[in-house]
């Protein structure tokens, strides 16, 4: 019965450590689903795909998060399989069925868990907090939203004196002159 109480360990912590890299994969300006599709790949050892490889390898946080998926996605699967070789070893074959279905039903159980939508936030948000607070987002919003050619982001601190004051954005007529005001922050977090 420890053999199965290992197996179980191993997928939860798979399932909890696959959850943490998406999370982090998305502070980093992936989208969730790509996130969550390049870390199950990462982990399995299946690789990446489309274009994301450029997009990993070419940002270095991404590429640490994948690198250390990929080394504890091999670690897992080995001790997943030992573990399940144990399990089923010797004993009757009641005994093997019985252990089969604890082995299935509190795999069920894991998965069921960690599909509650209060349970999904709740570890999604403490997650993200964690990961956040660590460096793992990105201040890069060129990288994140995906700008090339002549675009860029940019923040401009506009003084009480300068003529951009005192005006709404339609009388400044930006747009013509090719800018995007993306949002607007007052003194005083207004």
Do not use: C
């Amino acid at each position: 019965m420890i053999a199965i109480l290992t197996v179980v360990a191993v997928v939860l912590i798979s399932m909890l450590i696959n959850r943490f890299a998406t999370i982090a994969l998305t502070l980093t300006g992936m989208s969730r689903e790509e996130a969550r599709f390049q870390a199950r790949a990462a982990m399995s050892g299946v690789g990446l795909t489309t274009r994301s490889p450029e997009d990993i390898v070419a940002h270095p946080v991404r590429r640490r998060i994948v690198m250390w998926l990929m080394v504890v996605g091999s670690a897992g699967l080995v001790t997943a399989v030992a573990s399940l070789i144990f399990s089923f070893r010797g004993g009757s074959a009641d005994g093997r069925l019985v252990r089969a279905a604890v082995l299935v039903g509190a795999l069920l159980l894991l998965w069921l868990l960690l599909r509650v939508p209060i349970i999904d936030r709740g570890l999604s948000r403490a997650m993200g907090e964690v990961l956040a607070r660590r460096g793992y987002g990105t201040s890069d919003w060129a990288t994140l939203l995906k700008l090339s050619g002549d675009y860029a982001v940019a923040e401009l601190q506009v003084g009480s004196d300068e003529r951009l004051t005192e005006r709404s954005l339609r009388q400044l007529q930006l747009r013509e002159r090719g800018v995007v005001v993306m949002g607007i922050r007052r003194r005083g977090g207004a």
